[in-house]
C-alpha cells in the first residue's frame, strides 16, 4: 500500500487509470494550475506517463518573492488601476493585500506549464485569461 501526500501539487491521473471518474476516463484528470491575476492560469490534463511522479502536477505557479516584499515592491490602488486599463476587474478587501498578488510575485505560468510537460507529468489543454479577481 502506498500513500501520496501531495504537498504543493494535485493529482493529475491519465486516461483509464482506476480511481478517476467515469466522465474523464477517456481524457484524463483536469487540472486548473493557477498564474497570477495578471497572467492568468492553465487548465491541464493528466498524462498516462504521469507515474513517475505517483500521477502528480504543479497546483500552480508558485511564487518568486514574498507576500512582505511584494507589499513594498508594489502599491495595490496602482495594480489594479493598470489591471483595470488591461480589461480585468478587481475587487479587493484591502490594497495591500492586493499588492502581494502582483503578477510579478510569480513565476511565469508559461515556464511552469511548459516544465510539466516537458517533465512528462501533465499537457496543456488551455490557456485561461483573466477578466476579473476578487481578493480577501
Not at 487509470?17 to 493528466?46: A, C, F, K
Amino acid at each position: 500500500m502506498l500513500l501520496v501526500h501531495r504537498k504543493g501539487a494535485t493529482r493529475a491521473f491519465g486516461a483509464n487509470l482506476e480511481g478517476l471518474p467515469e466522465r474523464y476516463r477517456d481524457v484524463g484528470q483536469p487540472v486548473i494550475l493557477g498564474g497570477s491575476m495578471e497572467t492568468g492560469s492553465y487548465l491541464l490534463v493528466g498524462v498516462p506517463d504521469g507515474a513517475q511522479s505517483f500521477f502528480s502536477t504543479a497546483h500552480g505557479s508558485g511564487r518568486v518573492i514574498s507576500r512582505t516584499k511584494a507589499r513594498k515592491q508594489w502599491r495595490g490602488d496602482t495594480l489594479q488601476r493598470d489591471m483595470a486599463a488591461a480589461g480585468i476587474y478587481v475587487r479587493t478587501a484591502s490594497w495591500a493585500g492586493l499588492a502581494e498578488e502582483a503578477g510579478g510575485a510569480y513565476k511565469d505560468i508559461d515556464d511552469v506549464v511548459a516544465a510539466t510537460e516537458q517533465a512528462g507529468i501533465s499537457r496543456r489543454v488551455v490557456r485561461l485569461t483573466p477578466i476579473g479577481n476578487i481578493k480577501g
